[in-house]
Nanobody, 121 residues
Framework: QVELVESGGGSVQSGGSLRLSCLVS????????MGWYRQAPGKERELVTS???????DYAESVRGRFTISRDNAQKTVYLQMNNLKPEDSAVYYC???????????????WGQGTQVVVSS
């Protein structure tokens, strides 16, 4: 059974920092591309950032230069360092992994349960 568990969310003031972590557990052949989405109340879920197996990253324009994604494949963990947070960054953050459980599988998206980030002005 594959499970993704996020941690590190919380409440900070504008300009502050948070570091999110997402640990993947279970029998996994390949973690694949990993990343973070977020969803604010009344808004659609949006892609914040992603990172490939070899470390190629992509960021939404709204977070570029403030957020940094990284991964530790040995620890099966993806991180999101968020600096200079703004009130508009407030949302539930979800990690995902497009992983394979067996060598013959195609990648399938698995999701965490989400972690709340609140940024006050």
């Amino acid at each position: 059974q594959v499970e993704l568990v996020e941690s590190g969310g919380g409440s900070v003031q504008s300009g502050g920092s948070l570091r999110l972590s997402c640990l993947v557990s279970g029998s996994i052949y390949d973690l694949g591309t990993m990343g973070w989405y977020r969803q604010a109340p009344g808004k659609e879920r949006e892609l914040v950032t992603s990172i490939t197996v070899v470390g190629t990253t992509d960021y939404a324009e709204s977070v570029r230069g403030r957020f940094t994604i990284s991964r530790d494949n040995a620890q099966k963990t993806v991180y999101l360092q968020m600096n200079n947070l703004k009130p508009e960054d407030s949302a539930v953050y979800y990690c995902y992994s497009r992983l394979r459980t067996r060598i013959r599988d195609f990648g399938t998206d698995y999701w965490g349960q989400g972690t709340q980030v609140v940024v006050s002005s």
